[in-house]
C-alpha cells in the first residue's frame, strides 16, 4: 500500500524558476492537503482541498497554485520560486475534510532548495 | 499567541525513564486532538488521537485538559527508538513546532 507519493523528493531551483510538485493518493481519501515544513516553525498549512474540485488557502498560500486534477492527485505549482520558499513540503490526506478531526496520512516530503 | 504552543526540548531521558510533554491550545472550539511523531528527515506519522479525557496505547498516555487547554503525553519506560519529535495537532490541523526527544542508554 504506497499511501500518499509525492515527487520529487529533492530538487533545486535557481530563483524564478517554476515547478510543480506532484501528489498522489491511492486511499480513496476525499481532502488533501500541502504542507512546509521550517525550522522553528512547524507545519504550515499552504492549501487544502476538501473534496474533488475544491481547492482553499491555508495559511501561508502566496507563491503558490494548486490543482485538485481528480480524487487521486492534488499539485503544488511555484510559478516563481524565491529564496523564501527553501523548504521541506509535504502532501498530506484524508478521508473526510478537516474539521471532522480525521487522521492525515502524510507523504514522504520534499526538500526544496531555492537559491 | 499561537494557536497551538509546544515546548520544543529538547527532553534529554535515560532509558526507562518516564517523561512527559504539555501543548497548549487557544481554539476553545477544537474537539479533538493528536500526537503524531516525527523522526529526523521523515514524514509525521500518528501516534495517538485523544477525543474524551484521555487515551492509553502501551506506553504511551495521553491527557486532555480542556478547562486548562491543554494536552499531555506521557511517556513511560523511555526506549531508544522513542527519541524523535513530538507534535501536537487540533482537529483544526494547526500543528505545534513539535517537542524533540532525545532517549539515551
Known amino acids: 500500500n504506497a499511501g500518499v507519493t509525492q515527487t520529487p523528493k529533492f530538487q533545486v531551483l535557481k530563483t524564478g524558476q517554476s515547478m510543480t510538485l506532484q501528489c498522489a493518493q491511492d486511499m480513496n481519501h476525499n481532502s488533501m492537503y500541502w504542507y512546509r515544513q521550517d525550522p522553528g516553525m512547524g507545519l504550515r498549512l499552504i492549501y487544502y482541498?476538501?473534496?474533488?474540485?475544491?481547492?482553499d488557502k491555508g495559511e501561508v498560500p502566496n507563491g503558490y497554485n494548486v490543482s485538485r486534477l481528480n480524487k487521486r492527485e492534488f499539485s503544488l505549482r511555484l510559478e516563481s520560486a524565491a529564496p523564501s520558499q527553501t523548504s521541506v513540503y509535504f502532501c498530506a490526506s484524508s478521508e473526510y475534510d478537516w474539521y471532522s478531526g480525521n487522521t492525515i496520512y502524510f507523504g514522504e516530503g520534499s526538500w526544496l532548495t531555492v537559491v | 499567541r499561537k494557536e497551538v504552543e509546544q515546548d520544543p526540548g529538547p527532553f534529554n531521558v535515560p532509558e526507562g525513564a518516564t517523561v512527559a510533554f504539555n501543548c497548549t491550545y487557544s481554539n476553545s472550539a477544537s474537539q479533538s486532538f493528536f500526537w503524531y511523531r516525527q523522526d529526523c528527515r521523515k514524514e509525521p506519522k500518528l501516534l495517538m488521537s485523544?477525543?474524551?479525557s484521555g487515551n492509553e496505547d502501551g506506553r504511551f498516555t495521553a491527557q486532555l485538559n480542556r478547562a486548562s487547554q491543554y494536552i499531555s503525553l506521557l511517556i513511560r519506560d523511555s526506549k531508544l527508538s522513542d527519541s524523535a519529535t513530538y507534535l501536537c495537532?487540533?482537529?483544526?490541523?494547526?500543528f505545534g513546532t513539535g517537542t524533540r526527544l532525545q532517549v539515551f542508554p
Open positions: 495537532v487540533t482537529d483544526k490541523l494547526i
Open positions: 482541498s476538501a473534496s474533488e474540485g475544491t481547492t
Open positions: 485523544v477525543y474524551s
